[in-house]
């Protein structure tokens, strides 16, 4: 007698639940954005909703037509936006001259990723002539704007002096301006030059909390970096605890130097207790990944590990 009761009410809730879900779609319906000639925002905010899926079928082609509409009106993110489209051809067909010119339009209404994505494409000459002074200007623009993925990019290329002078000094520069953006790879860049002196002065103590922001965002190579320096005391006290954490970290992370350094330690039992089987599947990990130290140190185990069998 007290089931059927029980599917009543459970019958009741999932009522309820549907005269919500009416409630709801009928307060969305009410809410949502309008796009008119006087109003092109709302044209932005539905191609946005169409792009997603958010409350409404995901369709990129309306998400594209919304886009142009506002674009045309002056809405410099809505190029942008559409730009991406373009560029990626996801849902459209892969157009990258017309990237290019939405990317053109947004970056001269100040949209910082735009200039930076249009600073690629001079660079390497997609959908436009290759030109390498107008990428630097480009980026130069998309990093004064806010952009750190601009800052890092010019950083790098300033760095290697691939097509014109090396500037490590400026490179530096421009490396902090990404790293404080949150760029994990110009705060490693940033690190290694003060750990090696190279730009900056020498400080590897300096360099410690860059490669820890690094680290922390799941950079392998950062925590890598940052168990050298505590491996190696420099400038600051040796811990070789710390030093295998953090090898460990960057091994997981994915660098195979990490791997390596790991085995090494094992092996050798610095800091930790021996494991040569762990020290094994470490340097199982940096061969796989191509690492030739690692494929060497674990055929060596492997080896002696067989010696030990006999």
């Not at 009741?12 to 409630?23: D, F, I, N, R």
């Not at 436009?128 to 990019?153: F, M, P, T």
Request: net charge neutral; charged share 25%.
């Amino acid at each position: 007698m007290l089931t059927p009761l029980r599917c009543c009410i459970v019958a009741l809730v999932v009522l309820a639940a549907c005269a919500k879900k009416k409630s709801d779609s009928a307060a969305s319906e009410a809410s949502a954005p309008v796009c008119t000639p006087e109003d092109t925002s709302g044209c932005e905010q539905l191609a946005r909703r169409y792009l997603t899926g958010e409350k409404v079928g995901r369709d990129v082609a309306k998400a594209a037509e919304l886009y142009g509409i506002a674009c045309s009106a002056g809405r410099s993110a809505s190029c942008y936006d559409l730009g991406v489209l373009y560029s990626s051809g996801k849902g459209l067909p892969l157009d990258l001259t017309k990237a290019a010119e939405l990317y053109e339009k947004a970056c001269a209404g100040n949209v910082a990723e735009a200039c930076t994505n249009l600073a690629t494409f001079y660079q390497e000459g997609k959908g436009v002539a290759k030109d390498v002074a107008k990428a630097v200007e480009l980026y130069s623009r998309g990093c004064d704007l806010g952009n750190a993925l601009g800052c890092s990019n010019l950083a790098t290329w300033t760095d290697l002096g691939t097509d014109f002078g090396s500037d490590p000094v400026k490179a530096a520069k421009l490396y902090e301006r990404a790293c404080k953006g949150n760029d994990t790879k110009s705060c490693i860049n940033l690190g290694v030059m003060r750990v090696t002196g190279r730009g900056v002065a020498k400080d590897p103590a300096a360099a410690i909390p860059l490669f820890e922001k690094a680290c922390d965002r799941g950079a392998g190579e950062a925590c890598y970096n940052l168990a050298l320096i505590h491996y190696n005391g420099d400038g600051t006290p040796r811990d070789l605890e710390k030093a295998h954490t953090l090898f460990t970290k960057g091994c997981e992370g994915g660098d195979p130097e990490a791997c390596v350094a790991l085995g090494a330690m094992l092996i050798a039992g610095e800091g930790v207790p021996k494991d040569e089987a762990r020290a094994r599947a470490v340097f199982w990990k940096a061969c796989e990944r191509g690492n030739e130290r690692g494929c060497d140190y674990l055929e060596r185990t492997r080896e002696k590990a067989k010696t030990k069998t006999k």
